[in-house]
């Protein structure tokens, strides 16, 4: 399943991995509609573990409202069976304080993370990550 690019943000399953392309960091409407998505979306995936892949591209600091937010979706995904996250911030002269940001959110939830330079190296880990869970059978 892919939702289109729209408002700044892609999600595209693949497998056992939910990939996040984010154009921006967005509030108001568009962070409502992504926080649905994203619900609907983990339901679908919810009956194996899995983790996500997500990618920033650009500048931009979450605001309160918006690190809340994405408490409470990273909360409900760790809940329904997501099990690691790998992040990627891509042209971003404000990178180190995103991460910050993150490393609080995900330590908050409990949930094992790392944050990477390139694709190509966070798919790699989150396979590994993979391999190493048990499967619900």
């Given at each position: 399943?892919?939702?289109?690019?729209?408002?700044?943000?892609?999600?595209?399953?693949?497998?056992?991995?939910?990939?996040?392309?984010?154009?921006?960091?967005?509030?108001?409407?568009?962070?409502?509609?992504?926080?649905?998505?994203?619900?609907?979306?983990?339901?679908?995936?919810?009956?194996?573990?899995?983790?996500?892949?997500?990618?920033?591209h650009g500048n931009g600091v979450?605001?309160?409202?918006?690190?809340?937010?994405?408490?409470?979706?990273?909360?409900?995904?760790?809940?329904?069976?997501?099990?690691?996250?790998?992040?990627?911030?891509?042209?971003?002269?404000?990178?180190?304080?995103?991460?910050?940001?993150?490393?609080?959110?995900?330590?908050?939830?409990?949930?094992?993370?790392?944050?990477?330079?390139d694709v190509k190296s966070a798919?790699?880990?989150?396979?590994?990550?993979?391999?190493?869970?048990?499967?619900?059978?």
């Amino acid at each position: 399943m892919s939702l289109a690019l729209k408002d700044g943000y892609q999600i595209t399953k693949k497998d056992s991995i939910l990939f996040v392309d984010v154009e921006n960091i967005f509030t108001g409407d568009i962070a409502k509609q992504y926080h649905q998505d994203m619900m609907q979306i983990t339901e679908e995936m919810k009956h194996q573990p899995w983790a996500s892949l997500i990618i920033y591209h650009g500048n931009g600091v979450f605001t309160p409202d918006a690190e809340e937010q994405i408490v409470d979706i990273t909360k409900f995904r760790v809940k329904n069976n997501m099990v690691a996250n790998a992040t990627v911030f891509l042209q971003s002269a404000q990178a180190d304080l995103q991460q910050i940001q993150l490393s609080r959110i995900y330590q908050g939830c409990n949930l094992p993370f790392y944050v990477f330079s390139d694709v190509k190296s966070a798919k790699n880990w989150l396979k590994d990550f993979l391999e190493k869970q048990p499967k619900v059978v």
